[in-house]
């Protein structure tokens, strides 16, 4: 927080009539305002640079031979896609030189509503990580979900009272912006009041709907699948957030649109991320190291990674390493491998030689009561009959969250449907478990593979009903059973009906209780589980699945109503008629 009386501490360091806390010698510093690397002494002092040159210090670090850049950060996250808290969020992402994340917790705010916001912000308040919160704009995504929670402007408006509270998060209800509705313009009314801004979530649209989303004051959106939509978003005036998630892998579909003219208006982000993706890959490093295999300077990917993303955020005290600004820094062995050596986070070294210094990253767990997760399916609920097996069915993308809409043809076995294994169309299930309506989705998929059993979780963007997929009712079942018992999480069953696999996530239905290296082990077990049910190979099950019940996003998405149609902005039966 900036006082009178810090300014007046940081103006004294400046002017070296203070001892500094640190000095980092002898590297090459990073100048992310003119893309420039000069060999200068860094000097900190109460978590702030102070100046550069000769000062005196408490302590010394020798950077000789390294470069040193601004500490990463993730321009939009959702953290409830790791699995784990805040606190074990910021284990993982500090390690991968990531200082800061603008996060939407809507997930979690789905579930239990401001309740769950607020969990997150105070979990995130103990973590080392600095994570800047936007405020869910669609709880429920669309007005005809069944979520845990309804939030309107009013229930978000106290929330600006939070430091950490910069805006509104991305705008995924394009019919209440175009259509002008009260309550969303409101939402995004009362963040330009507060301060903050408006993210955007422009999957599918056309440059004509990117106009409309600009005119309601919606600035930025990290949904281009292609070079073609980010030059649309661009040249509308938005700042882009290139994605590379577990299942959204957009960066070198996207990254051609970076140029020397434009890259000032590019940031990355993660999206969605799984522990062990960020564990075996990293989190934004990760996308620098893509970049600049494709030919993108290591200049303009660090810019990318840093202030791009501070000043879309109007973020000004992080994003570069310059008198004033919070002493961020990565110190890297080689700026084209990313190879990180150090990390200091607010002036203390938090990783060295590429280890953390676990003396930093005390858990202290915080207190949140989940709701109860409430539904009574039965065997019957789950019976699909069909007449003549002219059927809709979901063809998922691997590793893109679109789907594909095809029209199939089945054969009923009794008039009902039965998994067609030749064609690997097997039997989809969404069942609403906030407010115990009794409401069973029922459809049909393709791209799975599945020869036998099933799986299910409660992670199902973004309402998060229980989402399964299974070549029988009977192991369809026993799989929405086992993520009922455990309170929530995701289960594999087998075609014997035995659980092989599963991880219990009770906070919420979403979130781990357990250190990220504990929910590591598990997904490995989730994936080894699935492969001795399926054939495919090359993308992650669980995370595929549950964007399968998300209606903003193209093309033919189940919720727990049914199919329904993005296009056509419906809901549509499994059979056709005829």
Request: charged letters at 20%; aromatic letters at 6%.
């Amino acid at each position: 927080m900036i006082t009178k009386s810090s300014i007046q501490q940081r103006v004294a360091a400046a002017t070296k009539t203070v001892i500094a806390d640190l000095v980092i010698k002898n590297g090459q510093v990073f100048n992310v305002f003119d893309g420039t690397w000069l060999q200068q002494d860094i000097a900190i002092a109460n978590e702030t640079i102070i100046g550069f040159g000769h000062y005196e210090a408490q302590e010394t670090i020798d950077a000789t031979g390294k470069y040193i850049v601004p500490g990463f950060i993730d321009s939009h996250v959702h953290i409830e896609s790791s699995n784990v808290t805040p606190q074990e969020m910021g284990r993982i992402l500090l390690q991968n030189g990531v200082t800061s994340i603008v996060t939407d917790p809507h997930e979690i705010a789905n579930v239990a509503g401001v309740k769950g916001i607020e969990f997150m912000i105070k979990d995130g308040e103990k973590s080392k990580l600095d994570t800047y919160f936007m405020l869910p704009s669609s709880v429920p995504a669309v007005s005809f979900e069944h979520a845990g929670a309804i939030l309107k402007a009013s229930d978000l408006k106290p929330l600006y009272r939070e430091q950490s509270v910069i805006g509104l998060a991305e705008v995924m209800d394009y019919p209440a912006v175009f259509g002008a509705a009260s309550d969303m313009i409101e939402k995004v009314t009362d963040a330009l009041d507060a301060g903050g801004h408006a993210d955007g979530h422009g999957a599918g649209l056309t440059p004509e709907q990117v106009n409309v989303y600009m005119a309601a004051g919606i600035r930025t959106d990290h949904e281009s699948t292609t070079v073609e939509e980010a030059r649309a978003r661009l040249q509308a005036g938005m700042y882009v957030f290139i994605r590379e998630g577990t299942i959204t892998r957009d960066t070198l579909n996207v990254i051609d649109a970076v140029t020397p003219q434009n890259a000032r208006r590019f940031s990355f982000c993660t999206d969605d991320k799984l522990i062990n993706d960020l564990i075996d890959e990293g989190s934004i490093n990760y996308s620098i190291k893509l970049a600049i295999e494709t030919g993108i300077t290591p200049e303009i990917a660090y810019q990318m990674a840093s202030l791009n993303a501070a000043e879309a955020h109007q973020l000004q005290h992080i994003g570069a390493i310059a008198a004033g600004y919070q002493a961020d820094l990565v110190i890297l062995d080689n700026p084209k491998t990313v190879a990180i050596n150090r990390v200091i986070k607010r002036g203390q070294a938090v990783v060295v030689n590429g280890t953390r210094q676990e003396d930093y990253f005390v858990h202290e767990p915080s207190a949140f009561e989940s709701p109860a997760i409430v539904h009574n399916v039965t065997a019957t609920d789950l019976k699909l009959p069909l007449q003549n097996g002219a059927v809709h069915v979901i063809e998922i993308q691997p590793n893109h969250v679109e789907t594909n809409h095809l029209e199939l043809q089945v054969t009923p076995q009794n008039g009902q449907f039965e998994a067609d294994l030749t064609q690997d169309i097997v039997k989809m299930v969404v069942v609403e478990r906030h407010q115990g309506t009794g409401c069973v989705g029922i459809g049909l998929v393709k791209g799975f593979e599945l020869k036998a059993g099933a799986f299910a979780t409660t992670v199902a963007h973004d309402s998060h009903n229980i989402v399964a997929v299974g070549t029988s009712d009977e192991a369809i079942l026993k799989a929405i059973e086992q993520v009922t018992t455990i309170k929530g999480g995701v289960a594999m069953i087998d075609a014997n009906l035995n659980v092989i696999a599963q991880m219990p996530l009770p906070i919420a239905g979403l979130l781990s209780d357990q250190p990220y290296e504990r929910v590591n082990e598990q997904l490995q077990a989730l994936q080894a589980g699935f492969e001795t049910l399926s054939t495919a190979r090359g993308f992650d099950p669980v995370l595929t699945l549950s964007f399968l019940t998300l209606p903003v996003i193209p093309s033919l998405k189940l919720t727990d109503q049914g199919y329904y149609d993005f296009h056509q902005e419906q809901f549509i039966a499994v059979e056709k008629k005829g």
